[in-house]
């Protein structure tokens, strides 16, 4: 099966049919490959996250939402991305990551610098050194973006 | 299928995408009882070109509920069993 290609065929807007050789995924937007899609990475995912008891996560798909506590998110997100990319070649897109901070005990420099230095801090975070992410404070968006 | 006790997939659900937004709300409502050193966040993620890039291997071997190389950094092996959804026999074979 590994880097066998098979032969897609997709018709265009137009309705002309076009065959293209693929070995890799499937056709987004085939109803039974949204299933397909969720369930292969059900285990992978599952796996991560019972090592990681703090965190909690909602999923629809490929949209993931990590809930925990900040150095534990990280831990577990830097652990994901290994795997996803080991187990099923997939690349989360860390500088699109986002970051929300819900509440109102920290202002917007100290949620900053907290997200800054605790990224800079553990060793196995380095992997995620290139978060480029809006951190986000408080119930409604009120972005005070980061930079590395 | 495996359940996990902390990861909920919301795909192909009736009005998933409420029913994720609800427990993630939820879950986040908790944010009083961190530390404020460690406060709690919502991180959302991204996969890039996800449905395109996935290995079919990986996507087979679900399917067919038997890992044929290692996964999970060695912690499965070849031959270990993925548990998956009887109900997904049917597309299979």
């Known amino acids: 099966m590994q880097g066998h290609a098979s032969t897609l065929r997709f018709t265009d807007h137009r309705g002309q049919?076009?065959?293209l050789t693929c070995s890799?995924?499937?056709?987004?937007?085939?109803?039974?490959?949204?299933?397909?899609?969720?369930?292969?990475?059900?285990?992978?995912?599952?796996?991560?996250?019972?090592r990681h008891p703090a965190c909690k996560e909602a999923a629809i798909c490929d949209d993931i939402f990590v809930v925990a506590p900040l150095q534990e998110a990280l831990a577990l997100v830097a652990e994901l991305k290994l795997i996803l990319k080991q187990?099923?070649?997939?690349?989360l897109d860390v500088p699109k990551f986002n970051c929300y901070v819900p509440g109102n005990r920290l202002d917007d420099d100290q949620t900053r610098a907290l997200f800054k230095d605790t990224l800079a801090n553990p060793q196995s975070f380095s992997d995620l050194a290139t978060i480029d992410a809006g951190v986000y404070k408080g119930t409604a968006c009120c972005r005070c973006a980061y930079r590395n | 299928m495996s359940t996990y006790d902390n990861f909920l997939q919301f795909a192909?659900?009736?009005?998933?995408?409420?029913?994720?937004?609800?427990?993630?709300?939820?879950?986040?409502?908790?944010?009083?009882?961190?530390?404020?050193?460690?406060?709690?966040?919502?991180?959302?993620?991204?996969?890039?070109?996800?449905?395109?890039?996935?290995?079919?291997?990986?996507?087979?071997?679900?399917?067919?509920?038997?890992?044929?190389?290692?996964?999970?950094?060695?912690?499965?092996?070849?031959?270990?069993?993925?548990?998956?959804?009887?109900?997904?026999?049917?597309?299979?074979?």
């Open chain 2, 12 to 93: 192909c659900q009736k009005d998933s995408a409420t029913r994720c937004s609800q427990i993630t709300q939820l879950i986040a409502s908790n944010w009083e009882v961190h530390d404020v050193d460690n406060p709690l966040v919502v991180m959302p993620l991204n996969i890039i070109n996800a449905f395109c890039s996935i290995c079919r291997q990986a996507q087979f071997e679900v399917l067919a509920e038997r890992a044929s190389t290692s996964y999970d950094n060695g912690n499965m092996r070849d031959g270990d069993m993925i548990p998956c959804a009887p109900s997904l026999r049917k597309y299979w074979g």
């Open chain 1, 17 to 19: 049919p076009h065959h």
């Open chain 1, 24 to 50: 890799k995924g499937g056709q987004q937007g085939d109803g039974f490959e949204a299933l397909r899609f969720a369930v292969t990475i059900h285990p992978s995912i599952g796996r991560v996250f019972q």
């Open chain 1, 87 to 91: 187990d099923l070649d997939l690349d």
